[in-house]
């Protein structure tokens, strides 16, 4: 089923990046306050693609600055617990006025942040997909960059913090294309076997590992497609929120369908492992994390179940064989 060549494989292992953005090495602690003239959808949340123009200030130890910007919310969604919501609002900076800053180059984001008052759980979870964006750019050559921040919402002309959390900087899907020198395609003009099928595997094994219910290879649900050079459109998750791993359910690895496509079994063991050798680069990872320790031990178990289950290759085998999409 795989399109895949040594070659091809050769290549998305040394892809050719832009050097990583400034906001994305800045290291400090990154503080971001938004004057939205619809911050009221906090409380009921009635999205809207509609822009509106409002004030972006940010602050780090090293830099602070005012933009006027224009703000719109995404309609689409990821499945939402009772007692929160996660709307992606998209920030339009001026370029212009960019120039000099840390966000030079960077005009573009869509900022995930929780729209009601902000209780420990989500913060957890919210700490837990960004952590699952780190483990996923170690393991797989093309990623979004994401960044932890803190933001607050107030709402214009009347000066009421309607929203104080932790938030998350996403790249623009175009935005990371270009950083790979690609673009992106459609994804409804493609068939997921024309896919690059290493990465496809990789993307596959990873979204099962952290239990992600949220996207399909079928439909290429959850995923942006990149095409670059002369190879295969390469896959790129793009969220991880309704995962077990964010969501910190216990988990036995089997009880969670994988959802890859029916690549060789030899190219599914290969990169399994491939993904058991990260073990230890993702247990330092969570490690280095700022969760508190009790949500790191429940973190670490959880990969360290994963990989010893996923270890047992008959077991890996006949799993993979009845529950892969087949065509």
Request: a negative charge; aromatic letters at 12%.
């Amino acid at each position: 089923m795989g399109m895949n060549t040594p070659n091809q494989a050769q290549m998305i292992d040394t892809i050719t990046m832009i050097p990583y953005p400034k906001i994305w090495i800045e290291h400090s602690p990154l503080e971001l306050e938004l004057d939205l003239p619809w911050a009221e959808f906090l409380g009921s949340y009635s999205p809207s693609k509609e822009s509106h123009k409002g004030s972006f200030s940010y602050k780090t130890n090293h830099e602070q600055g005012t933009f006027k910007a224009k703000f719109s919310v995404v309609d689409e969604l990821n499945e939402k617990p009772d007692f929160t919501c996660f709307p992606i609002i998209c920030i339009d900076l001026p370029k212009k006025q960019i120039n000099g800053s840390i966000w030079e180059g960077q005009d573009k984001y869509q900022l995930l942040i929780l729209c009601d008052t902000p209780i420990k759980e989500d913060t957890n979870s919210l700490m837990l997909e960004y952590l699952a964006y780190q483990l996923f750019q170690k393991f797989h050559p093309v990623f979004f960059y994401s960044r932890l921040c803190r933001v607050n919402i107030i709402e214009t002309g009347k000066a009421i913090k309607i929203s104080s959390s932790l938030a998350l900087l996403i790249e623009y899907p175009n935005e990371m294309a270009k950083r790979y020198r690609g673009k992106l395609l459609d994804l409804y003009l493609l068939h997921p076997n024309f896919c690059e099928s290493t990465t496809m595997a990789r993307v596959s094994l990873f979204e099962w590992m952290i239990g992600n219910s949220n996207w399909s290879v079928q439909r290429l649900h959850g995923l942006q497609l990149v095409s670059m050079r002369d190879f295969p459109p390469v896959a790129v998750p793009l969220y991880f929120s309704n995962s077990k791993f964010v969501k910190q359910y216990v988990q036995n690895p089997f009880d969670t369908p994988y959802k890859g496509i029916c690549s060789s079994e030899e190219l599914l063991l290969n990169e399994m492992q491939r993904l058991i050798s990260f073990q230890d680069e993702f247990l330092r990872l969570i490690d280095q994390s700022e969760l508190p320790i009790q949500i790191q031990s429940k973190a670490k178990q959880y990969i360290i179940e994963f990989m010893n289950a996923a270890s047992k290759s008959a077991e890996f085998q006949e799993f993979i064989h009845d529950q892969c999409q087949k065509e």
